[in-house]
């Protein structure tokens, strides 16, 4: 594994391009103006629709130079713009996390504001790499603008095996649009001043042959019990569960267990993030978030939120409830723990 250190330089606030008025003089180190570019200072609309889910887009070879990072305040959205230079393309993953971390080293990164958007950039060349003539961004590991709307500030992360990350300190969960941009070539993100959409209701109810009822959202798909009990999968997108398999096929999982419950609570490898005791229709349950050691089905690293409800004994056997939502990378894993609280603050339990 190659990393890039964190911070190419100090890691001090930087006032990007997109204004005319001075920085206060004690606002330390500045980055200098630069060339008016249609992708900062003379936009006047965002480059798509606001959306908080996760936007995925692959870049392709050969790996290309990140050479300047730039923000800028509009009347409306605010705007982070990553310029690149090299024969390839450059791809991205942007989507909001409750938990950001460090790339390699997954030491927990501070960023300002009541919500962080995660911005990777992925199919990016090492420094040394970049092509003859092309400089690499060597800018402040942190960086904010005058007067912004809704940004805090952007903080720089690492460049780990072509993937560059950067984390978005925002004041709420607003929504946001992705594009890429060419001539040359350029990654925008903006970010809105919006109010986010109301959460998708959970009209409807599904009942399970396991002693559970549960909402789940009006939009979302349900496993029919074919090949598991019904109410085991929930999922915004169509999926299908494969006979004798133990594959993730939908972002929510619930599930009864012939396990004593203290032991569920109490086990589990890796990092424990937070934990919380609850009440789930007169029942003790336990809230756990956690990220992933590599045991078991997950590779290291993954966040996992479980809650574990005590559904005591029957005839004897001990029995609990689990439902859970994983962090995997075609997941968007914020917003699937947010109905994860809420459907299983709906759950109706026999008994």
């Not at 870049?59 to 230079?85: I, K, Y």
């Not at 950039?121 to 904010?144: K, Q």
């Not at 005791?277 to 590599?294: K, N, S, W, Y």
């Amino acid at each position: 594994m190659r990393l890039l250190p964190l911070g190419l330089c100090a890691a001090v606030l930087v006032t990007a391009c997109g204004t005319d008025e001075e920085p206060p003089a004690d606002a330390g180190p500045t980055t200098s103006p630069t060339a008016p570019s249609p992708d900062v200072e003379d936009a006047v609309e965002p480059v798509g629709e606001g959306s908080t889910d996760e936007s995925v887009a692959s870049g392709d070879s050969p790996p290309v130079t990140l050479t300047d990072v730039r923000l800028a305040a509009h009347g409306g959205f605010d705007r982070v713009v990553f310029e690149l230079a090299g024969e390839g393309e450059a791809g991205w993953r942007v989507g909001y996390t409750d938990d950001p971390r460090a790339q390699g080293s997954g030491e927990p990164v501070e960023v300002p504001g009541d919500a962080v958007l995660g911005i990777t950039l992925t199919n990016i060349a090492l420094p040394g790499d970049a092509p003859e003539g092309v400089a690499p961004w060597e800018g402040a590991g942190r960086l904010a603008v005058a007067d912004p709307v809704v940004l805090d500030a952007v903080v720089e992360d690492t460049l780990v095996e072509g993937r560059y990350s950067f984390f978005a300190g925002v004041d709420a969960r607003r929504p946001f649009a992705v594009a890429a941009l060419d001539s040359p070539q350029r990654i925008v993100v903006d970010l809105l001043d919006e109010e986010p959409a109301e959460p998708d209701p959970l009209a409807e109810r599904c009942e399970s042959p396991e002693g559970y009822a549960i909402s789940y959202p009006e939009s979302w798909e349900v496993n029919p019990g074919t090949e598991v009990p019904a109410c085991s999968f929930f999922s915004p997108d169509s999926f299908e569960v494969p006979p004798a398999t133990d594959a993730r096929v939908a972002p929510i999982s619930v599930r009864v267990e012939g396990i004593p419950f203290d032991r569920l609570v109490t086990t589990g490898r890796g990092e424990e993030l937070s934990r919380e005791e609850l009440t789930i229709d007169g029942r003790p349950a336990v809230r756990v978030e956690r990220v992933t050691a590599g045991e078991g089905l997950w590779p290291q690293g993954l966040p996992v939120t479980r809650v574990v409800v005590d559904l005591g004994a029957d005839d004897g056997s001990p029995r609990a409830l689990v439902a859970d939502t994983v962090g995997l990378p075609r997941f968007d894993y914020p917003r699937n723990v947010e109905v994860l609280d809420r459907m299983v603050a709906s759950l109706g339990l026999d008994g």
